[in-house]
């Protein structure tokens, strides 16, 4: 249970919560309070849509890299087979990823600043993904939209066909054609008859 391993001990586990919460707020920071003067309003309308960007970064990571591409998709079943393990991405692999295909590309892209503002947002959108991802396995708490991530997340696990591959929001899903439809009720008393 190393800093590599993809099942974590609890310390190793939090930690990443942990380095992405400091991570996200450092880098707001560093753009409220030291870019360039005037450029506000435009970082943090880049901010954002580096946090929109991450919807369809998850959506397609989860759907095409966990469920699609070897080695990711077995190291992603083991997680499907004990979703409540702590087995997560390790932060080194996240990290060097995030650095490599979103800040140094932005940065090449638009400049400095603005690449930390895009990079902050896809970062802000990642730690969402963490924390929901763990609530839908881990929390038990009275919130309607929790309820319904968790109800899309267990029909992800559970239905025969893979869908619901968005965690924190269904938007893709329902763009791509892949939003978790729960069978009818009548489907589920023929299909619980048939069992016994």
Request: glycine residues 8%; positive net charge.
């Amino acid at each position: 249970m190393g800093l590599l391993a993809l099942e974590h001990s609890k310390a190793v586990y939090w930690a990443d919560f942990a380095f992405y919460g400091i991570a996200v707020t450092g880098l707001a920071a560093a753009l409220a309070w030291t870019s360039p003067p005037g450029q506000g309003p435009e970082l943090a309308l880049l901010a954002a849509a580096g946090l929109a960007g991450w919807t369809l970064i998850e959506y397609l990571l989860h759907r095409y890299v966990l469920h699609g591409l070897q080695p990711f998709s077995r190291w992603h079943a083991e997680h499907h087979q004990r979703p409540s393990a702590l087995i997560a991405s390790p932060t080194l692999f996240s990290a060097s990823l995030l650095l490599t295909l979103v800040f140094l590309p932005a940065w090449w892209l638009f400049g400095l600043w603005p690449g930390c503002a895009v990079t902050c947002g896809v970062l802000a959108g990642y730690l969402a993904y963490t924390i929901t991802h763990h609530a839908t396995h881990h929390w038990n708490f009275d919130n309607a939209w929790l309820k319904r991530r968790k109800r899309s997340h267990a029909l992800h696990h559970h239905l025969d066909k893979p869908v619901g591959f968005g965690v924190t929001s269904v938007f893709w899903d329902w763009v791509f054609g892949s939003a978790p439809r729960p069978r009818p009720a009548s489907a589920q008393t023929a299909g619980q008859s048939a069992e016994r």
